[in-house]
């Protein structure tokens, strides 16, 4: 995307409406539409904008917000150039993981393994990096010897052997996966870290996503019932990860066919809980191997695996759920984590 001489500029570009649409001021400034969306960040992705104007695009998102409609365009945007052949349909529950761990261990990974013993196969996504002094899921998850692909046919035969896989975004979705590593440039998340927990590769019925803000819940919702979502669960996570945060009330807000759906898992714990000194996975074998009593680890193990079974089970209540969470905890294989070498 190299930048023309601001001499040699004499028409327009094709990509400066949509900068225009953004940028007019107070009264003249508007949101995209979910066509006008999908249309400017397929030109973003196929290399056809300056860095200049890509720069001011994300910015003016930033500072306007984006809507349901753009988000949902944006993914479209993804979908049509995503690298191609994923297996589609080889996934019961999409869950989104591109946060990072920052203040606890990362104990939904537990959640997932308890999930693939109740028979759902979960693909996880993500993009590790963009944040220092975090812990990623690709790299936990290789810590801990669970399946972690490098293109599509490993993830197929990963889910149907293990019935657990994750693909960074940099294999299937690299142009979004560069913008998402601009943050050390802008100083700002940008809207691409938004929009990147709804791309749901895989056309999953379920699809599992966690905010760091609790305004944006209703634009993720939004977003998947634009986009035709059967079925998605959203909530504030720890650290923006998908997992429960036991010392504190977690509003779960449900989308099914169009329709939202809300439900609270009450704490389970009464004291805050201190962020522990670096995010590790030693302490989640030590916890799957009963060989180490964690509380809060159990608790925010048991809570995530509920709220995804709330999500894939409508008709089951937090109560229902937490007990089957616990059902699935005392009859888990410990082997499924073998000891440290």
């Known amino acids: 995307m190299a930048s023309a ?3 040699a500029v004499t028409a327009e570009h094709p990509f400066a409406p949509y900068v225009r649409i953004l940028g007019k001021g107070k009264t003249g400034t508007r949101s995209l539409t979910q066509d006008e969306a999908r249309d400017a960040f397929g030109m973003i992705l196929r290399g056809e904008v300056e860095p200049l104007q890509l720069g001011a695009f ?15 365009g944006f993914v479209e945007a993804c979908r049509d150039c995503m690298e191609p052949n994923a297996p589609t349909g080889a996934a019961d529950l999409d869950w989104s993981s591109y946060a990072g ?10 959640a997932i393994l308890l999930l693939n013993q109740a028979g759902y196969r979960v693909f996880l996504h993500g993009a590790g990096g963009h944040t220092a002094g975090r ?20 993830v197929d035969a990963q889910l149907a052997g293990e019935g657990l896989s994750y693909l960074s975004l940099e294999h299937f979705c690299p142009g979004l996966y560069q913008i998402m590593q601009f943050k050390s440039l802008l100083g700002l998340r940008s809207p691409v870290n938004t929009f990147a927990r709804m791309l749901n590769p895989l056309n999953a019925p379920a ?26 669960l959203v909530f504030k996570g720890d650290s923006g990860e998908v997992e429960v945060k036991p010392q504190a009330n977690t509003r779960l807000l449900f989308q099914r066919q169009g329709e939202g759906i809300e439900a609270t898992f009450q704490r389970a714990l009464g004291d805050r809980v201190a962020a522990v000194e670096q995010p590790d996975v030693a302490p989640l074998r030590s916890l799957w191997r009963d060989e180490e009593r964690n509380e809060y680890g159990l608790l925010a193990t048991l809570s995530t695996c509920a709220s995804a079974l709330m999500l894939l089970r409508p008709e089951l209540e937090a109560s229902e759920a937490t007990v089957e969470a616990e059902r699935l905890w005392h009859a888990r294989d410990a082997a499924r984590l073998p000891a440290c070498p």
């Open 5 to 7: 001489p601001l001499a």
């Open 58 to 72: 994300l910015m003016l998102l930033r500072v306007k917000e984006e809507s349901g409609a753009e988000l949902a």
């Open 101 to 110: 761990k920052k203040h606890q261990h990362p104990w939904f990974l537990l």
């Open 135 to 154: 812990l990623y899921t690709e790299q936990a998850m290789a810590q801990l010897g669970l399946p972690v692909a490098n293109n599509w046919q490993q």
């Open 207 to 232: 699809s599992i996503q966690s905010i760091f803000h609790p305004a944006y819940a209703a634009l993720h919702l939004e977003a998947d019932r634009l986009l035709g979502q059967p079925a998605s």
